[in-house]
């Protein structure tokens, strides 16, 4: 895949250098059947070094597990070779089944049909917590 011309697409752009490794995995991208680059440490003038991830297909890509990752990225969304769509994206006031609670007595480590979710609960230090038992989540 040529990673400078995509078709369509997803870039994900600006991303903190060492956080693209991460995003990748929390969105899953490892598991799609589809072309993927993860760049890492690219040059930016903006931010120093920066991690970008393309992804050489028309997929709906999660932004809450993006604005909980990294919420200075910027996605791009890019048909028929253009540049349709740049979104900034923000920092979810509530994530469903991205992360889990590791607290084992949650209540969420028995009843294992109920989704996880963890509220925004500090957006200076971007700290969310368990709706159920309130434990932070582990960044
Ligand atoms: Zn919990």
């Known amino acids: 895949m040529n990673v400078d011309s995509i078709q369509n697409g997803v870039v994900i752009d600006h991303i903190t250098a060492g956080c693209g490794m991460r995003l ?3 969105l899953g991208l490892g598991a799609l059947d589809v072309s993927v680059a993860l760049m890492k440490n690219a040059s930016s003038k903006k931010m120093g070094r920066k991690d970008i991830i393309k992804i050489d ?3 709906a890509i999660d932004f809450d597990v ?3 990752v990294d919420p200075g990225a910027t996605v791009n969304i890019i048909k028929n070779g253009k540049l349709v769509e740049k979104r900034v994206i923000l ?3 509530k994530l469903t089944n991205v992360i889990r ?3 084992p007595r949650c209540i969420t480590s028995t009843e ?3 989704p996880h ?3 925004l609960t500090d957006k200076e230090r971007k700290e969310y ?3 159920y038992c309130e434990a932070k989540a582990g960044r």
């Open 66 to 68: 993006i604005g909980y």
């Open 57 to 59: 297909a028309d997929i």
């Open 91 to 93: 920092m979810p006031e």
């Open 129 to 131: 917590r368990c709706i």
């Open 117 to 119: 979710i963890f509220r």
């Open 112 to 114: 294992q049909e109920l």
């Open 101 to 103: 609670c590791k607290n």
């Open 24 to 26: 990748y995995s929390l």
